[in-house]
């Protein structure tokens, strides 16, 4: 994701702020690709409509992974590129910022279990294309 999300400032679990492209070197179907060496990482993109809601639902509904700040102006562009009508939503974005995988989620929902590994082979070959 290196040039993708650079210069954009994060949000961890804890609210402190880590820089993307530190935290984007490469969360049940995501541990098991992390715990397996997999490069991927979660970017929540809140819609929540103040930055104390962003904050309850990110630290207490969301897994171990990253967020966008609340009031980002990439929020907006991305929201609208990579085509977030609803939630939840999941794309598979590249390093390049090119959306791969429309919808993640049903992928997750209907391989990701049974093959996880799998799966991610296949949404990185997507990327690598």
């Known amino acids: ?63 171990d992974w990253l967020c966008v700040k609340y009031g980002d102006d990439i929020l907006t562009r991305y929201q609208s590129k990579f085509e977030i009508k609803t939630i939840p939503v999941l794309r598979v974005i590249n390093p390049a910022g090119k959306m791969v995988v429309l919808d993640g989620k049903s992928e997750v929902v209907d391989k990701g279990k049974a093959d996880p590994l799998g799966l991610f082979a296949a949404w990185e070959a ?4």
């Open 126 to 129: 997507a990327c690598n294309k």
């Open 1 to 63: 994701m290196s040039e993708f999300m650079k210069g954009v400032m994060l949000l961890k679990q804890d609210l402190t702020e880590v820089p993307a492209e530190e935290a984007l070197k490469g969360k049940r179907f995501y541990h098991h690709l992390k715990k397996a060496g997999k490069p991927i990482e979660v970017v929540f993109f809140s819609r929540d409509r103040s930055k104390a809601d962003l904050e309850e639902n990110f630290t207490e509904k969301h897994g």
